[in-house]
């Protein structure tokens, strides 16, 4: 038994739904009891999707569980093939009906039915959402997939994009766009958009493109296997992260084109004087396991930015994102524990979170600009324009997007200078978002360092101990309350550090500016 | 005197209280019982409610609440894994394990519903031995009680009921002679609610639920009780057993409903006339006034309800008879005559009266009816609206304030305002 407030993942059979939902001409048949029905509205309102998803749940309750629930899924799966007459159905079970072991896949091969049925087993207790996507596109493509001759010209099938996917709609016509330009035509994509017979036609193209490894890499690792399909290894967010892509491609293909570049502004918005605040600022990383790879990469190398910690939710991609960590001098945190990710981000006092929607409220109580990279997603992450990650227009996108949190470079000089103006003071937040800027009150109450409001008037020292046992004095701490609040957190941190490093029980001003000297960069 | 307490007049057609029920079962578009949680966490202040259940469970209340409205949510899940399912007395292990976790964590709270799940009913964890034991261990700090909100057991509103219902048993006993308002109302609904009751004289009021524990909430014999949602029968069994006599009257939406529902208890509590019409005429008159302004688009216009919250039949009652709105069908997940029948007796004959839910067949009747508006689940409004349906979604007529006169021009509002809106967005070019 775990407790858990929030959760990163659903259950297993809603990443069945989201290849379900991209597909077209495909219908899923739910054993699930009443109320499971709350997955549609996911689709329907968060992505604001204009169909209902192709579910069929059998919607078994107290009574039926006596009787026979057995023939209550038979009935479904009938009436769903006769309704909606699709190409192929999948059918498995939700975590309830996993426990009364009807055995749907076995009741549905007695039916006869006229079309590819394709039986789902996705452990509820054990295994989360993007497994049951990865599990059910693989599935999907051991019935469906046909041998046949490749394309004449090089085609490749785009691999790994599904419903409620974090931008897979335009990450898709951003690297079909891409592809384009290095002479490659796309095959099929799919899930998304695809059907059951678009699926057998997989083995035509030249090789695969993966995406999205959460959903699709057993897939592209049985294609390979099966029908000899090399796939790309390397997942195109960011700038550096395309260009190797392309690389990859060539070797692929072997042919020559190469990428357009002309729409790519990213690195001289990176390179341009206003970016150097930028520098060195601390982030913290977390979300699925390959959008914080790649993130960890755009951070260091195309932002400029301090890696000060990073993790992912996915335990699948934990030895990768392992590595990375160690590589980088960091521990990876592999946790789908939220409050674990807020204990360490608390810890870390990072300048920036690049997360997901959870990180994003976590950000929000503790201060901390916070940009969304990942899923999980929010209606939110929906945009209306055409907003991609992937690609040369991704890594545009992803450059405004970071920065959007983040209060402007000359704002930033201002605020140090004259912080404590009533109105436009650090508390206030960046002047571009909109939203309140709270009047500072007239005297600020002193707060013990760990952020709490002290009852007792100010003593002359503080006696309030770090970690490791130091002691900040009060007219340190009161000059710490001088450096804007988005580089207070690491002002405290260093100077904490280089005291510890010095063997030091106190922090005087001194302190606080031989640890900036120190640190200066 | 009380004779001359205002009372609705019944259609001149007949109601629909005698009418045939279109009885249906299959894929239902519906909650569970679960979804309850999100209003209940926040209406008492200091319980947690903590899910037994599986993953799809944590993942619908996250999903049905929107992801992360709160900053640390009065409710939790604990997750069932592999190796609960083995052996049913280590799940009880560490229940107890995660609750001491819990209530180390949060020291405010002081009762603590454990919440069945289809998981945990189907594999029948005894989560009322497990409050008892847990109710010992965490005493006197802490009640623990127990309901269930599975899906195989309860349908979206069905939770609060649930919940209440567990309440009940423990409530102190009285002998006193009180009104006990049950079902959660939002903050400023109830205050309104116990201005005008405490303006007609007519008091002690109790409300179940309280804000807190320590709440004088109390039943015995001399208690009447009145309900403000339509969903709670098992709560309303439950306060029968306890020996409180319940006051049968039409829901407490728009001018006319809360008019009866407020007639109902001035009745019981010898309430004159002239009280009454000094109390409510006032608020009465300005109910009727922004009704008036917020249905003008609704007013000849019909309406289809899809089964949901289970205030389908108060709510056309309420359409049709003050907002000049005409039903095709109105669907229930279920119908308990002795909460509902008031509102069937006004509701003019004629729609459809469905009971449970066949979607796709249900999803027939609304295409071929064409209705002005729908009244549904989130699942189904977007797919709908793109049909070129307008659609209301029913989940914002439980997380709204809609009870009682001062509302009553909101409630009108949250259906006028899909029309409104189509008729306001004009996307084609000029010419």
Redesign the interface.
């Known amino acids: 038994m775990k407790l858990t407030v929030w959760t990163y993942e659903g259950p297993p059979h809603v990443g069945a739904m989201r290849v379900a939902t991209a597909m077209k001409g495909l219908h899923y048949v739910l054993h699930a009891p009443q109320g499971d029905t709350y997955a549609d509205l996911l689709f329907t309102m968060i992505e604001r999707r204009n169909h209902r998803p192709p579910v069929t749940y059998t919607t078994f309750q107290a009574r039926d569980l006596g009787a026979d629930t057995a023939l209550l899924f038979k009935e479904a799966c009938r009436d769903a093939v006769e309704r909606f007459a699709p190409q192929a159905i999948i059918v498995g079970a939700s975590c309830t009906a996993e426990l009364i072991q009807d055995d749907p896949a076995g009741l549905a091969e007695t039916m006869g039915l006229s079309i590819p049925v394709i039986p789902l087993e996705l452990p509820s207790y054990q295994r989360k959402e993007n497994y049951g996507a990865d599990e059910t596109f693989l599935q999907i493509v051991r019935h469906l997939s046909r041998p046949q001759n490749r394309t004449a010209r090089v085609t490749c099938n785009i691999l790994g994009a599904t419903a409620l996917g974090f931008r897979h709609r335009d990450d898709v016509e951003e690297i079909t766009g891409l592809l384009s330009d290095l002479g490659v035509e796309v095959n099929v994509v799919a899930p998304l958009g695809a059907t059951p017979a678009d699926i057998a036609r997989l083995p035509a193209a030249h090789f695969n493109v993966l995406l999205y490894p959460e959903t699709a890499e057993a897939a592209a690792r049985w294609l390979e296997k099966t029908h000899g399909q090399p796939w790309t290894k390397t997942v195109p967010l960011g700038v550096g992260a395309t260009r190797d892509f392309i690389a990859e491609v060539q070797a692929i293909t072997g042919l020559a084109a190469t990428a357009d570049e002309g729409r790519l502004r990213q690195p001289w918005w990176s390179r341009s004087v206003d970016s150097t605040y930028l520098t060195g600022k601390r982030v913290f990383l977390f979300g699925d396991g390959t959008h914080v790879i790649a993130a960890a990469r755009i951070a260091r190398d195309e932002m400029g930015f301090e890696v000060a910690g990073l993790g992912c939710y996915n335990r699948e991609m934990a030895r990768p994102v392992r590595a990375l960590a160690k590589a980088m001098g960091l521990e990876a945190l592999i946790t789908d524990d939220y409050l674990e990710v807020e204990a360490a981000i608390a810890a870390l006092a990072p300048e920036m979170i690049l997360g997901t929607q959870m990180e994003r409220h976590i950000g929000k109580r503790l201060g901390i600009p916070c940009a969304v990279i990942s899923a999980p997603v929010h209606v939110q992450d929906f945009p209306a324009r055409y907003s991609p990650q992937m690609g040369f227009e991704g890594a545009n996108v992803i450059f405004d997007t970071w920065i959007h949190p983040l209060v402007m470079g000359l704002e930033e000089h201002l605020l140090t200078m004259f912080r404590d103006d009533f109105e436009f003071h650090d508390e206030a937040g960046a002047s571009h978002h909109g939203g309140s800027a709270p009047r500072r009150p007239a005297a600020d109450v002193p707060r013990d360092i760990s952020g709490q409001k002290m009852d007792a008037p100010e003593p002359a020292v503080v006696a309030v101990a770090t970690a490791d046992n130091i002691v900040w004095l009060g007219d340190a701490e009161r000059e710490l309350k001088k450096i804007p609040f988005f580089v207070r957190g690491k002002a405290r941190r260093n100077t904490e550090s280089y005291a510890a490093a010095k063997g030091l029980s106190q922090i005087s001003i001194d302190t606080l500016y031989e640890a900036k000297a120190h640190y200066a960069r | 005197m009380t004779a001359q307490l205002p009372l609705p007049a019944p259609p001149v057609g007949g109601g629909c209280r005698a009418a045939p029920v279109l009885k249906e079962r ?10 309850g949680i999100i209003w209940l966490h926040r209406k008492m202040q200091d319980a947690f409610f903590l899910v ?1 259940g ?3 469970c ?3 209340l ?3 609440a929107g ?2 409205i709160f ?3 009065r409710f ?7 190796t ?2 083995a052996g049913l007395a280590d ?1 009880h292990k ?2 107890d ?2 609750v001491a ?2 209530l180390a964590r949060r020291p405010d709270i002081r009762q603590l519903f454990l919440v069945g799940s ?2 945990s ?3 029948k964890i005894d989560l009322h031995r497990a409050a008892e034991r847990l109710t010992i261990a965490h005493a006197p700090r802490v009640r623990v009680l127990n309901y269930s909100g ?4 309860t ?1 979206f509103t069905q939770g609060e009921d649930a919940c209440l219902a567990c309440m009940v048993p423990v409530l102190p006993e009285t002998q006193a002679r009180e009104l006990l308002v049950v079902g959660a109302l939002p903050d400023v609904v109830e205050d309104q609610m116990r201005a005008l009751l405490a303006a007609m004289g007519v008091g002690p009021v109790r409300c179940l639920p309280a804000h807190r524990i320590d709440e004088e909430t109390a039943i015995g014999p001399n208690t009447v009780f009145a309900l403000t949602q339509p969903f709670l029968g098992d709560t309303h069994a439950a306060l029968e057993r306890r020996g409180a006599r319940h006051l049968p009257a039409p829901f407490p939406f728009g001018e006319e409903g809360t008019t009866a529902w407020l007639a109902a208890i001035a009745r019981e509590f010898g309430v004159s006339a002239d009280t009454f019409a000094a109390v409510t005429d006032a608020p009465r008159a300005r109910a009727r006034k922004a009704i008036a302004q917020a249905a003008a688009a609704l007013h000849g216009k019909t309406v289809f309800f899809f089964p949901d919250s289970q205030l389908e039949i108060p709510l056309a009652r309420f359409l049709v008879r003050e907002c000049g709105m005409t039903a095709l069908e109105v669907g229930a997940p279920y119908i308990h005559d002795a909460l509902v029948g008031p509102d069937l007796d006004l509701l003019p004959a004629g729609p459809v009266i469905s009971e449970g839910q066949d979607v ?1 067949k249900q999803l027939a009747r609304a295409r071929a009816a064409r209705p002005d508006l729908t009244v549904c ?7 709908l ?2 049909e070129g349906l307008s659609t209301k979604w029913a989940i914002e007529l439980v997380f709204t304030p809609v009870h009682f006169y001062e509302q009553a021009g909101d409630l009108a509002g949250l259906f006028s305002r899909p029309l409104r809106r189509k008729s306001l967005l004009k996307l084609e070019a000029a010419e």
């Open positions: 299959g894929q239902r578009e519906v909650f569970c019982g679960l979804t037994v599986s993953r799809t944590a993942h619908l996250q999903s049905a992801v992360m900053a640390e949510p939790g899940t604990a997750i069932l894994e592999e609960d399912l799940a560490e229940l394990r995660v976790q819990l289809c998981p009913e189907v594999i599975s899906g195989i057991e349908t796709d689940g989130l699942g189904l409004a977007n797919p609206e793109a």
